[in-house]
């Protein structure tokens, strides 16, 4: 991501941050086949992800992600569904700090989800904010710095670990 390594070091998996998808820019993905000089741990596969920088004019975005209760159901008679509630608010905000050299983007995710597996009588719980900011600077023609930071801290309650 921008550059960085983000390979889940325990369990390998291609992507371990959490991320506000709104802050994401472009993707691109490279399957059997991944050179050895993209850098990837692993096999054969390989992402590259560019995240979101500011620009001249102010923009922003927020959009809400919500599943009620009353909307989940079984297929099966007899059977109750699965409980799940999941709220979730996001927010991006970019534009200049000084026109045309320096410029801000930040981002914003509330996590909030109850959900239950195999109807089991507790909700796995899930609380968490996903922070993301980034400052870009053209330091010439040629060179353009850029500084992110990203706090990621989501809390599991009643959830199995493996």
Known sequence: MDGADVTDPYGGDIFSVNLNYDAVQEVEVKALG????????MVGQFMNIVTKSGGNDLHGSAAFFMIPQSFNTSNVTGIAANQRKDYQPDTTLGGPIV??????????????????????????????????????????NNQRLQVSVQYDKVIQENAVIR
């Open 34 to 41: 991944a050179e050895a000089a993209d850098g990837s741990s």
């Open 99 to 140: 026109r045309n050299r320096v410029w801000f983007f930040g981002s914003y995710r509330r996590v909030q989800r109850d959900q239950t597996f195999n109807n089991a009588p507790v909700p796995v719980s899930s609380r968490g904010n996903l922070w993301f900011m980034k400052i870009t600077t053209q330091v010439n």
